[in-house]
């Protein structure tokens, strides 16, 4: 899809709009599921973001892109609940390791809810009889039992020691960001080329082939970069949902701020009008969100030299876009 710099502003035709009825999609039957706290809290959080946009308070939306960008090791169900719980958090952290940094939480400050794993010991009968015949002091694998909620706190929310700066800000400046994400797409066999011809479009995505227009600056450059590739990992994606055109371009500028962001450029403001692209459907606008995140962090990944975070770093990029929860 071309790359411009200009923000869709206007919502698609009716006729295009994604599945009108919420409840005939799959994304939304699952939420509905009151023994799965990871889908409630999504639906909780999504509910309360629609409420918010549909207020006009698009500065919302805007946190949350944000939020992905500076949390993007967590969830995205938890990236949710800390937006949604505390718009303006920057980091965030347990009780325990604030204080092991020298800081400690403010009396009465509220905690932010989040979800985290259980890990157990299971093993089944005939694994316990083959394990026990080769090995008696076999230990079993530690497998996942589900989640828990616990309690992270901002560090507004705390008081100490002043805390080591973890990260640097580059902003404005490319570094070597620019070239680990084209050595990434030669990785993914996606073809790059740099071609006045797809002017007046800034970036166009072909399906395993990127053509950039020349002569941008260095910033420019890698923000509509991260746009196509984006568009390259959407392509691969199954979506439960349909999306339109309108949808997709916007979630690539979405990804495009998040990744932009979160490695110190500047990017302005999201559309104001991301709402209107779902038409009040808070199943697709859900299903959106997670499939931004998820993209974001793949490319986050390769871009950033340091030991990955993604709890998907074991699966390939269209695995770990494809697989929306």
């Known amino acids: 899809m071309p790359y411009s710099n200009r923000a869709a502003t206007t919502a698609p035709h009716n ?10 999609s799959p994304y939304q039957q699952r939420t509905n599921q009151k ?16 409420q918010q946009l549909e207020a006009g308070k698009s500065e919302t939306l805007t946190a949350y892109l944000a939020a992905m960008a500076r949390f993007r090791s967590y969830s995205f ?15 965030v952290a347990g009780i325990r390791t604030w204080n092991e940094l020298g800081r400690y939480v403010k009396r009465g400050e509220r905690g932010i809810p989040i979800l985290a794993p259980m890990v157990g010991h299971r093993r089944r009968k005939e694994e316990a009889d083959q394990s026990g015949s080769a090995d008696g002091n ?34 404005g400046v490319v570094g070597g960001h620019r070239d680990r994400l084209i050595d990434f797409l030669a990785q993914q066999n996606i073809a790059l080329e740099y071609n006045e011809k797809i002017a007046p479009a800034l970036g166009v995505s072909y399906g395993g082939k990127i053509a950039i227009l020349p002569g941008q ?29 309108t949808v997709r371009e916007t979630e690539a500028e979405a990804v495009a701020f998040i990744v932009g962001q979160a490695i110190g450029l500047e990017m302005g403001r999201a559309s104001s009008d ?7 459907n808070a199943a697709l606008l859900a299903e959106s969100l997670e499939v931004i995140q998820r ?7 390769a871009m950033i030299a340091e030991e990955s ?17």
């Open 35 to 50: 023994d799965n706290p990871t889908q409630q809290l999504i639906k909780q959080a999504v509910d309360h973001l629609i």
């Open 274 to 280: 991301y709402i209107q692209m779902y038409a009040g």
């Open 138 to 171: 076999a230990r079993p694998q530690p497998v996942l039992i589900g989640f828990r909620v616990v309690h992270v706190f901002d560090v507004e929310q705390t008081t100490g020691q002043d805390l080591p700066q973890f990260e640097h800000s580059i902003s």
């Open 15 to 24: 006729k295009n709009a994604a599945l009108r009825n919420p409840s005939e």
């Open 295 to 301: 993209t974001s962090a793949v490319i986050l990944d």
């Open 77 to 91: 169900a938890n990236i949710l609940s800390i937006v949604r719980t505390r718009p303006d958090a920057t980091r």
């Open 217 to 245: 600056s260095p910033a420019e450059d890698l923000v509509c970069l991260v746009h196509e590739t984006a568009h390259e990992l959407l392509h691969k994606s199954d979506r439960r949902t349909m999306t339109t055109a």
């Open 309 to 325: 975070v993604s709890q998907d770093a074991s699966a390939t990029p269209a695995q770990a876009v494809a697989e929306v929860a």
